[in-house]
């Protein structure tokens, strides 16, 4: 016998996959065949426009939380935690692979589609420094020891014409128009589209009413049936340049993954995603790499493992009126 | 629509990417001819947790590119065999610690042996084989340890290993040969023996 049939016949020669294993692999392959039948004629990728979803506040409106509750109205049913052998990948290695966790994880919530009257309620703890520091360096790294967590809540209106926050425990309501003031919101026709990564790479250069917000920002700071959020996650896991980070990351005692692009060389600008749900928890820009910025107002260090900015996803469903909170 | 099995029966690999090309469903029948084989493959080099994932994936990667596929190739064997050894490298750590945990399982057993019965005698001998020939393949570089797995355990000739990696067919002879020069010293006497 030569070490060819010795190596055959050594190494477990009948080693099978379970009918589960398979079947799950199958359900993978079918689920990349499927968006493929409603291909549209793929559009030339246009330069992309960001337009925030709104003035002052609304920058600091970040967002929303994954597990979503319910009113008779509309919103989502929580889903119960997927149990780790359910989803597509057991052991993810990859960003794409996360991603379809995260996907189809999402999936798995129930949805009752809102109202026009309803409101989109997302509640957020962003960390922030310390107001002084904030005024020196307004673009500067989140200080140890020094950053808090703020909590931030949004009411924005499925019709897009009123939006509420808290400031300093006061409901403040807004409309369109009111004193002037406008707002950019993507309209919630506009949204029940985006059901597949095609019609989400389309939106981007084709968005309904010239309103667009990032694939990434719609996740993260409206409210989306399951199939929505289901399907950013499918289209960025196709972007390229998607990586984990390999770093451990503990938001709010919750173990996650960190996934997102690099951008300006040195800046991860990261979606984290609980590392047993893959539920979306959050969001975080870390330097990757040290950096020197030389610019007319002065010089600045940045080191590899800095962190810019840093945002927990507490809460976000669908409410009847502003100031509700489930 | 559901790809017809009997249909699909009668058709290459090829043929049936053609069509996938135009209708992808067809490509799930791709997936049926041979799963089972690529998932044995990568189970074999990286263990049953990370052979479920990287055998999806080479399925999903081979429909992504189907496209690319050239179709005056019949068997699509070396193409996936290639997708997949591809995801296997990028698991080097991983394998390396499975032929390491395998090397320490049959050194350990080799050293309990007692020589008094035959069948005891014949077990403990293959896990010490086993265990040779793991540590001797923890030690390959991976591009030559891909070749010589290819071909033993997926099962494919020279030309075909060289095809699903990419490689010039000399430099997969040269590779295959380094390799079993490398098996046969792991071996030692028991290949002596049997010859």
């Known amino acids: 016998m030569d070490e060819i049939s010795i190596l055959r016949e050594t190494f477990d020669p009948d080693v099978a996959p379970s009918a589960a294993a398979e079947q799950r692999a199958r359900m993978a392959l079918q689920d990349r065949i499927t968006p493929m039948q409603s291909r549209t004629t793929a559009p030339k990728r246009a330069r992309r426009l960001w337009l925030p979803m709104a003035v002052g506040a609304a920058t600091a409106a970040a967002v929303v939380a994954a597990f979503v509750i319910n009113k008779p109205g509309g919103g989502a049913t929580p889903a119960p935690p997927p149990a780790a052998h359910a989803v597509p990948y057991l052991k993810p290695v990859s960003a794409a692979q996360i991603l379809e966790n995260a996907a189809w994880s999402v999936e798995q919530e129930k949805w009752v589609d809102p109202r026009p009257d309803q409101f989109m309620y997302v509640e957020t703890l962003e960390m922030r420094n310390p107001p002084a520091t904030e005024a020196e360096k307004p673009n500067g790294a989140l200080v140890p020891g020094k950053a808090r967590y703020r909590k931030v809540q949004m009411w924005n209106r499925i019709d897009g014409q009123v939006q509420a926050s808290m400031s300093k425990g006061k409901l403040q309501v807004h409309r369109q128009g009111d004193g002037g003031g406008q707002w950019a919101f993507v309209p919630w026709s506009q949204i029940v589209k985006l059901t597949t990564p095609e019609k989400v790479a389309y939106y981007e250069d084709h968005p309904e009413g010239g309103v667009m917000a990032m694939p990434e920002a719609l996740a993260g700071q409206y409210v989306l049936p399951p199939n929505v959020k289901a399907a950013i996650y499918r289209y960025l896991a196709r972007q390229p340049g998607m990586k984990v980070n390999p770093d451990a990351v503990n938001l709010d005692g919750h173990p996650a993954i960190g996934l997102g692009r690099v951008v300006e060389g040195y800046l991860s600008q990261e979606l984290l995603f609980d590392k047993k749900t893959y539920a979306l928890i959050g969001e975080r820009m870390i330097a990757v790499a040290d950096h020197v910025n030389r610019a007319d107002d002065g010089t600045s260090y940045t080191h590899k493992g800095d962190l810019f900015r840093q945002v927990i996803y507490r809460k976000m469903t669908i409410v009847d009126q502003p100031g509700d909170l489930s | ?195």
């Open chain 2, 1 to 195: 629509m559901v790809t017809q099995p009997s249909a699909a029966g009668l058709l290459t690999d090829a043929q049936l990417i053609e069509r996938a090309r135009r209708t992808p469903e067809h490509f799930t029948a791709i997936f049926d001819r041979h799963y089972r084989n690529i998932y044995a493959y990568v189970a074999r080099r990286l263990g049953p947790d990370l052979a479920e994932d990287v055998a999806s994936e080479t399925f999903l990667t081979a429909f992504d590119r189907r496209h690319s596929y050239d179709l005056a190739r019949g068997d699509a064997r070396p193409w996936l065999y290639g997708i997949a050894s591809n995801l296997v490298a990028r698991h080097v750590r991983a394998e390396s610690r499975r032929y390491r945990a395998l090397a320490r399982a049959g050194g350990q057993e080799s050293g309990t042996a007692d020589g008094h019965a035959d069948a005891v005698a014949g077990r403990l001998d293959a896990a010490a084989v086993k265990g040779r020939l793991a540590e001797a393949l923890r030690r390959l570089p991976e591009p030559v340890r891909a070749v010589l797995l290819l071909v033993a355990w997926a099962g494919l000739n020279q030309q075909e290993t060289a095809e699903a990696l990419g490689i010039p067919a000399g430099t997969a002879r040269s590779r295959l040969h380094r390799a079993r020069l490398e098996m046969r010293q792991a071996l030692g006497a028991e290949i002596e023996m049997d010859e």
